[in-house]
């Protein structure tokens, strides 16, 4: 399709879409120049992160005005996330106007109640029914399934009022909160949640708007009045973790430890190959995978930016995988072997631009969390978490955690936060603190795990990936104990990790420590139980879950 044009002002991953887009067998073009978006037959507008950010990069690029022009034209235009936010008259978020399209301004979540971002999978509820005219095929209110879920990351959100809501194609619920999830009217459609994320689910959305001409048939839109429900349609995250590294050839593989030690205990002593990246991210897609993480175990060794191998895992995983990918391992300021220092945003925006949604930040979360304490609990706006942030949004930047457990008898015998252990310590302890690690655990810190991660909660990290040393490839099940605690001390989302043996484990974790996601690496690398056994499993105990999309 010519006149196709996608509107970037550089904030984040727009390679998915991308990819997505060529999935469904079309080329787009990137606006270059306020002039492209009048030259535009069809616009999408991707936008992610902070809402101020946005419009002072449209208004400094000097799209604002063309884009407001284009909408008024009759074009057909598609909005995501903060794309979709840009449309109304401001944001909570910041002092910035928006475009002032849609009344309303978009407001936070309340965190008091649940974790925030609203980060994952949700239903949505169809407010109208809406036909495109001239469409391929019969499709009507662009795709969007009441029976499927999207993948939602946001802090924000807009709401529906009397002034709006002739606006609203569909809503959902988060906690007890009711938001816009999708708007339409004329040739405006535009989706709070990433269609370019959402599985085929999402990927039916973007072809309803690249096949139809954007003009809605309006006798054909019916009207309902939202309601909310008692409880929320949020679903709970099941992740496949893969861990990467050279192997003794050099080859880049897929390995697993135990407790972190990723060589055969028996006969050869080679690094454990379980598998090539690029193809177990796909295989767990089509099984149903609500995320994928790369984690980079040997990142510490130190690598010039533009040969990260990582970059091209993502860049080859994101032209088939759609849904969420994480890359963790080396996110931190890296100097090239000629001396040329890469802050750690600029890593990080490498990982974006190839595919990735969320960095993971592992050790050099730890030493920020040091330099915070002894910085007072002041931030410098200098950390990688802080930079990081600021330019792609918090729900990009995720903190990995590997702590082990420290026993004592008492907690009087440490300064650190303690928890009392299910199963006594080796001496009989009946407590422990968990100890924050660095270098894929091979230096323990004097930092535990609840002074790391509110720490890093107030230097903007958005999601906490709790794994346990001990526990990490037992297959004994998660560390109730220790992500109970950090559930507790954050208001952030958590994903459990470490331990996963059975399908009964997936449901233990949700059920008595409220993580909004649960991750597993050995049990599906070595096939013992498949994702979709897992699903199920969960699903039958009562905790909604994505259903697996064809
Ligand atoms: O410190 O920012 O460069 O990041 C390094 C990253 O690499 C960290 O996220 C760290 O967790 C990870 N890492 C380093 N060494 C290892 C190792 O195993 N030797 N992997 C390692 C940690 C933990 C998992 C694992 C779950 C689930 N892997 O994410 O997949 O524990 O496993 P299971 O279900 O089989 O029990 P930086």
Avoid at 14 to 30: C, E, K
Avoid at 140 to 146: K, L, P, Q, R
Avoid at 177 to 201: M, R, W
């Amino acid at each position: 399709m010519s006149g196709l044009y996608m509107l970037d002002y550089g904030a984040g991953n727009v390679r998915s879409l991308v990819n997505a887009i060529n999935h469904l067998g079309y080329d787009i073009t990137f606006v270059k120049d306020p002039s492209d978006i009048t030259k535009a037959e069809k616009l999408i507008f991707p936008g992610v992160g902070d809402f101020g950010f946005a419009m002072r990069s449209l208004r400094s690029k000097g799209y604002a005005e063309p884009l407001k022009e284009y909408i008024a034209s009759g074009k057909p235009f598609m909005g995501i996330c903060v794309g979709m936010q840009s449309l109304f008259e401001g944001s909570d978020e910041s002092e910035e106007l928006g475009l002032g399209i849609i009344p309303g301004k978009t407001a936070k979540f309340d965190n008091s109640t649940k974790a925030v971002p609203h980060m994952g999978w949700n239903h949505t509820q169809l407010l109208k029914n809406v036909k495109l005219q001239q469409q391929v095929s019969q499709d009507v209110h662009y795709n969007i399934d009441e029976d499927k879920t999207y993948y939602f990351v946001h802090s924000y959100a807009g709401r529906v009022n009397e002034k709006n809501k002739d606006w609203v194609l569909a809503t959902t619920q988060y906690g007890d909160e009711l938001f816009i999830a999708a708007v339409q009217k004329d040739n405006v459609f535009a989706t709070q949640f990433h269609p370019e994320k959402s599985g085929y689910a999402g990927v039916n959305i973007l072809k309803s708007f690249l096949t139809g001409t954007g003009i809605v048939d309006q006798s054909a839109v019916i009207c309902k009045e939202p309601v909310k429900s008692d409880k929320d349609t949020f679903t709970k995250r099941i992740i496949a973790c893969l861990d990467v590294r050279a192997n003794d050839n050099g080859d880049l593989v897929v390995t697993k430890g135990d407790q972190y030690d990723v060589r055969e205990t028996e006969g050869s002593n080679d690094v454990r190959n379980l598998g090539k990246p690029v193809d177990l991210a796909k295989r767990y897609f089509e099984e149903g995978a609500d995320e994928i993480t790369f984690l980079n175990i040997t990142s510490f060794r130190n690598c010039p930016l533009g040969d990260l191998p990582m970059l091209e895992v993502l860049k080859r995983t994101s032209e088939t995988v759609f849904v969420p990918l994480t890359i963790g391992g080396g996110i931190r300021d890296v100097t090239d072997p000629d001396g040329t220092v890469h802050p750690a945003f600029e890593v990080a925006g490498e990982y974006f631009r190839s595919g990735a949604d969320k960095v993971s930040i592992g050790s050099d979360a730890v030493y920020c969390a040091e330099n915070f304490y002894a910085n007072g609990g002041k931030k410098t706006g200098k950390t990688a978490i802080e930079t990081i942030a600021e330019a792609y949004g918090s729900q990009a930047v995720v903190i990995s955690v590997d702590p082990r457990r420290v026993y004592v008898k008492d907690p009087s015998e440490t300064t650190h936060n303690t928890v009392k252990n299910s199963k006594v310590g080796p001496n009989g302890e009946e407590y422990c603190w968990y100890q924050c690690t660095v270098m894929g655990g091979r230096e323990g810190r004097d930092l535990d795990v609840i002074q790391l991660v509110t720490a890093c909660e107030k230097l903007g990290a958005g999601e906490i990936l709790l794994n346990c040393m001990d526990r990490d490839g037992t297959n004994s099940g998660f560390e109730l104990e220790l992500i109970n605690s950090v559930r507790q001390a954050v208001s952030i989302p958590v994903i459990a990790s470490s331990g996963a043996g059975c399908v009964e484990d997936f449901v233990e974790v949700f059920e008595k420590t409220g993580a909004e996601a649960a991750l597993a690496a050995g049990i599906f690398h070595r096939h013992e139980v498949p994702i979709q056994a897992v699903k199920e499993f969960v699903k039958q105990s009562g905790v909604p879950v994505r259903p697996i999309d064809a």
